[in-house]
């Protein structure tokens, strides 16, 4: 009965060191320092042992050497080890000066560590406006009135030392296309944009435009201009269309006022008239009065005309 027990209780021991034992030969055969205890400690953290290994033996592989324990480290706070280590590789191979500190900590901040270190040996196009949309393009309005539409490529480097807390591409857009617009703005004459189009990509590259970001700046190149359409000869359209309806308006109430004045003289010239005629019909009676009292043709005195009063 105690040799069952015994072999009861020794048999996921042995499992477990059979498992491990593989790992360890697996380690040993690549010349890690590893011992056969440290990965049954690196099992019980509820470490992949196998991971470890296989990042030691990559790194060992490259003539790069990190501890066990600074993987285990990375991996317990949630980091991707497979993507720091094979971008630590990348990085030595392409002779840049990236630690393996630097590339955990931009892996902790949510960064494609891999892809980022990929971007720094092979710059990175960024297309203004993104591409995809057809015809689709940065406008600005030279002094002359005419509106271009501006098509720019960027070439960036990532710079790994700014990644962590630096702004991206969407940021740049914006920067650039700001720059374009100014560019434009600032010229009387839009042929001289069309004649000198590297006047743009100058005054982007000396713009600054990334500072802040995450990026180290290459170029800047102009793919295309396009003369959409004359917005000043648009505004001098609708300006004048303006002005003329106000003169129209202007001399709409000038005519209405005439129209009053004209109306007012009538109804004035109808009043005199009915003065008049209500004079003459006093004639026959103011007569008459003369006549009784014996004074018709005696007065020595002018007769008073009611009506010239």
Avoid: W
């Avoid at 069952?4 to 034992?21: C, D, G, K, Y």
């Avoid at 793919?223 to 002005?243: F, P």
């Amino acid at each position: 009965m105690l040799p069952v027990i015994i072999t009861i209780l020794l048999l996921p021991v042995a499992v477990i060191l059979f498992l491990n034992f593989n790992l360890y030969i697996q380690a040993k055969s690549n010349g890690l320092p590893i011992g056969l205890l440290e990965i049954f400690l690196i099992r019980i953290r509820k470490i992949p042992p196998s991971l470890i290994i296989e990042a030691l033996i990559r790194l060992h592989r490259s003539n790069l050497s990190i501890s066990a324990g600074r993987m285990q480290q990375h991996y317990l706070v949630g980091g991707d080890l497979d993507s720091v280590v094979e971008a630590y590789i990348s990085a030595n191979r392409s002779k840049l000066p990236f630690s393996f500190e630097q590339l955990c900590n931009i892996n902790l901040a949510g960064r494609d560590v891999l892809d980022a270190v990929e971007s720094y040996v092979s710059p990175q196009v960024i297309h203004c406006p993104m591409k995809g949309r057809e015809k689709s393009y940065m406008v600005g309005v030279t002094q002359d009135g005419i509106r271009l539409g501006v098509q720019v490529k960027v070439t960036v480097r990532v710079d790994l030392n700014k990644l962590v807390g630096g702004a991206g591409e969407s940021t740049v857009r914006a920067r650039v296309g700001e720059g374009v617009i100014s560019s434009i703005g600032k010229e009387k004459d839009h042929k001289t944009i069309l004649e000198r189009p590297e006047i743009i990509s100058k005054r982007i590259q000396n713009s600054g435009l990334l500072a802040g970001t995450a990026y180290e700046l290459v170029s800047v190149d102009v793919l295309e201009i396009d003369i959409i359409d004359n917005i000043g000869a648009k505004i001098m359209v609708e300006q004048s269309e303006a002005d003329k309806k106000i003169a129209q308006a202007m001399a709409e109430s000038a005519r209405s006022e005439a129209l009053a004045t004209q109306q007012e003289m009538k109804a004035r010239k109808k009043n005199m008239q009915a003065g008049l005629v209500m004079s003459k019909a006093s004639l026959p009676s103011a007569m008459s009065n003369a006549y009784l009292e014996g004074n018709l043709g005696l007065s020595t005195k002018p007769v008073k005309d009611e009506f010239l009063k």
